[in-house]
Every structure is written in structure tokens, then in C-alpha cells.
């Protein structure tokens, strides 16, 4: 993320401050001057493959450049992360320079800006025009709060086809024909799809999102924000008994409420089922992990995953799209005086994170796709280049998250799961969206 969120489970995989001193070739500050002290809160995966890279090769890398900015790094992930930022909020004492969205969990941070509108930084140094353009448009809040890592769609289909080959099966084309896999596969001990929906945010993120897309369409929800539609209307309830269906059908497990986002990418690569639900940026999951020489799927056999989109769904008025959102890069804190050494320091910082020097580390370790136009690398692993295929052949709808508040699209992620476990259907989970879209908008 986007990307991008909530969680029911999640860990703290990082809660020390790490601590690095860094220069820049690029006006960073000289030697001889004072040093500067950034706090930073940065979002981090320790278990994804490549994270020690993240670790050496761009923090450590800033540390060699600018050796009069010293930074003072946190590092969390999924919920902790977003607890964490709550709190700075709360506090009124943000850290100088932090990880965010463009909205989502992040819509706080726009709305208040509580951080700085970063165009005239750029705009400063005429690097506007060497971001794409949907990276530097203005977000949640109307204007730049954070410079994007590139554009996320926030729904792959990740499809095992030797292993559909295997059980004499191919890539469906429909719903229906999804659907008619379930038994054989049963039968084999497999689930059909996978997807990790302990975590609350995925299943709307990953999967609902791209529904509403499909059914509804964006001008739905356009008119939903502007009063002239209601969550209860019958295209979002029809999307909504679509997720129904899947669990009553078999298509998603029910076990699929208890798996915890990390877990997913294993149970995939094990060939526990041939398909998968996720984010374009699973696929670094996949990957080799430089500090190891391991792949949790070998490159050998990397060839055998694609990335598609969900097939063709009953009643749907938008065919072969995915979802998605601008992706999540790294804003600064409003607090910081305008012109200070501090600030200065902080757009290095900001500056030094989506540079090309590091849009090419994470675009070879599948992290994101540049957001820097003309980035490339050599000698991408198979499941990179399927990724970057990915782009050219599918289009984006609204990822739910990334244009309602959290306290509307909360009890989405919360009535998605409560359909899973068959505790609520699909009219009163609408009713309770629009119960609470009618109350953000009362200002309650």
C-alpha cells in the first residue's frame, strides 16, 4: 500500500527506534554543519522476503549520503502501525516524516492537514513532471500529502495454472464456472481460493472493492457521497450477496476468517489451492529474498503463477477490471517550521524515498512499481515480469477504502466478515453502511 488499513490480528514485527546517521549527493547537508534529527515512522514487514534489503540498501544507503541527518526510525507493521499513528495524532506530536495513504487509514492526516501539501517542494526542484501524473495529483485532502511509490491495484487474482492442469482444470471464464471447480478440488483436499480474511481490511480491499467496481461502478459510488444513491440501493446489495455466495458456495472457505494475512503467501506457494486473492504487491512475497538466495516460490516455477482478475461475475456492468488506488509513500509533519534546517532535512528524506535509486531496489524486489517515470531494471524475476504485464492489461475502479472515511467503510470490512460467518446478510450489512455514511455525514 496500498495500499492501504484495519486488521483483527496482527504483530508488532519491529518497536525499536532504529537509529542511522545519513548525507545526501543531492543538497543534502554538508559536512561541518549541524546535525539534524528526523523521527521517523516507517511501515515494515520483517517477514517479507527482501525486508533486510529495504534495511541496508536504502536507510543505509541515506545514512552513507547524508552523515549530518541522523534519523530515528520506527518501524511497525498492520495494525500497530496505524495504532501508532492514531496516537501521534492524538498526541498532537506527529514524527517529522511518516509512511502513509493517500486516504484510507491515512484520512485523517489529509483532512487536518496535519501534514504538508509536498508540490511546491517539487515543484521547487521541476520534478513534478517525472512522476506519473496520477502519483503527484492532489489526494484525501486536496493536495499532495504524501509522494507516492506508484499506483497499486489492490486486486490480483494469482492463479497456480500447473496446479489447475494437474486436477484437469483450467482458468475459468465466469463466476459459474469457478464455482464448478469447487467440488473436484474438495475432493483433492484443496480449497478453490485463498484469501487472508482474519484481516478485515483485505477481504474489502482485495476482493470487495473490485466487486462494487464490477456491479456498481465508480459513478455509483460518486452518487452514493453525493446524496443522489444509498448503500441500500440493489447494486450494492446485489455485490454484497456476491461475497455471500462465494462462502455458502465453497469458492472461499470459511477457514479463510481465521488465516492471518501473513500466512497466506505459504499456504499459496505450498499449493494448498490454485487461486489466490491478494494485492499486486504480494507478489514480492513470492520472490527471492537477497539475504537468503530463497525463493518462497522458485524461479524455476515462477512461470507457472499468473495475474489475472477475477472472472466475469452474474449481473456485473464493468467486465475484467481490478481496483485501485494511488500508492502509499511518505509525508511530513505539518509541525515542522516553513524554511528551517529541519524541513529541509525532512524533503531530502521524502526526496531520497522515491528516488530512482530506490524505485529500482523496490521494483526488483517486487515492494512497487515506479511511480518515476523511465525506471527499469534488468533481468526481472518470472513472477515481476508477469506483474509488470499486469499494468498494461487491466483498468482500475475505486478501491473502497480510498474515497470513504473509515467510519463509513468500517463497517464494511466488519459486515463482509459477518456475512462470512452467515451472522448477517447482505441487506443488513448495507443498512449498517448506510447508517453510518448518514451519521459522517451529520458530522456525529
Given amino acids: 500500500m496500498y495500499k492501504k488499513t484495519s486488521a483483527l490480528v496482527c504483530m508488532v514485527l519491529f518497536g525499536l527506534s532504529l537509529v542511522f546517521a545519513g548525507g545526501s549527493q543531492q543538497g543534502g547537508a554538508q559536512a561541518g554543519s549541524d546535525v539534524v534529527t528526523l523521527k521517523v515512522l516507517n511501515y515494515l514487514d520483517a517477514s517479507q522476503a527482501n525486508s533486510e534489503r529495504e534495511i541496508n540498501e536504502i536507510w543505509g544507503e541515506f545514512a552513507k549520503r547524508y552523515p549530518n541527518i541522523k534519523i530515528e526510525r520506527e518501524d511497525l507493521f ?40 509536498l508540490t511546491p517542494f517539487l515543484k521547487a526542484e521541476n520534478l513534478l513532471d517525472k ?21 497499486t491495484f489492490t486486486h490480483v487474482l494469482y492463479v497456480n495454472t500447473k496446479l489447475l492442469k494437474d486436477n484437469g482444470l483450467s482458468m475459468p471464464k465466469t463466476y459459474e464456472e469457478l464455482k464448478a471447480m469447487v467440488p473436484t478440488l474438495k475432493a483433492k483436499g484443496l480449497d478453490t481460493v485463498l484469501i487472508a480474511a482474519q484481516d478485515d481490511w483485505v477481504m474489502q480491499s482485495c476482493l470487495f472493492s473490485m466487486i462494487v467496481g464490477r456491479i456498481a461502478g465508480d459513478d455509483f459510488i460518486d452518487n452514493v457521497l453525493a446524496g443522489k444513491a444509498k448503500f441500500t440501493d440493489k447494486p450494492f446489495v446485489d455485490a454484497l450477496a456476491i461475497v455471500q455466495d462465494m462462502f455458502k458456495s465453497g469458492v472461499i472457505s470459511q477457514k479463510a476468517l481465521q488465516t492471518p494475512y501473513g500466512e497466506v503467501p505459504a499456504l499459496f506457494a505450498a499449493g494448498k489451492a490454485p487461486f489466490l486473492i491478494d494485492g499486486d504487491w504480494r507478489s514480492g512475497a513470492f520472490q527471492t529474498d537477497a539475504s537468503t538466495g530463497v525463493a518462497l516460490i522458485p524461479v524455476k516455477d515462477q512461470p507457472n503463477i499468473a495475474m489475472t482478475v477475477f472472472p466475469a461475475l452474474p449481473g456485473e456492468k464493468n467486465h475484467n477490471t481490478s481496483s485501485s488506488v494511488v500508492g502509499t509513500g511518505f509525508g511530513m509533519s505539518a509541525s515542522i517550521p516553513a524554511g528551517s534546517a529541519k524541513e529541509k532535512a525532512a524533503w531530502e528524506l521524502i526526496k531520497f524515498l522515491q528516488s530512482e535509486y530506490v524505485q529500482k531496489i523496490r521494483l526488483e524486489t517486487g515492494a512497487s512499481f515506479p511511480s518515476l517515470k523511465g525506471v527499469t531494471v534488468p533481468n526481472l524475476e518470472p513472477i515481476s515480469q508477469t506483474r509488470a504485464k499486469f499494468y498494461e492489461n487491466y483498468k482500475g475502479t475505486y478501491v473502497l477504502d480510498g474515497v470513504l472515511d473509515a467510519k463509513v467503510y468500517a463497517p464494511i470490512n466488519i459486515g463482509l466478515q459477518e456475512i462470512g460467518l452467515g451472522t448477517a446478510t447482505p441487506a443488513q450489512v448495507a443498512e449498517k453502511t448506510q447508517k453510518a455514511f448518514e451519521a459522517w455525514k451529520a458530522g456525529k
Fill in 78 to 117: 498492520n495494525e500497530p502501525f496505524h495504532q501508532k499513528t492514531s496516537a501521534y495524532i492524538a498526541s498532537g506530536q506527529l514524527p517529522d516524516v511518516l509512511y502513509m495513504w493517500p486516504s484510507g487509514r491515512s484520512s485523517e492526516l489529509h483532512a487536518k492537514k496535519l501534514v504538508k501539501d
Fill in 131 to 151: 512522476y506519473i501524473p496520477a502519483a503527484v495529483a492532489p489526494q484525501f485532502g486536496g493536495f499532495l500529502g504524501e509522494l507516492p511509490n506508484g499506483v
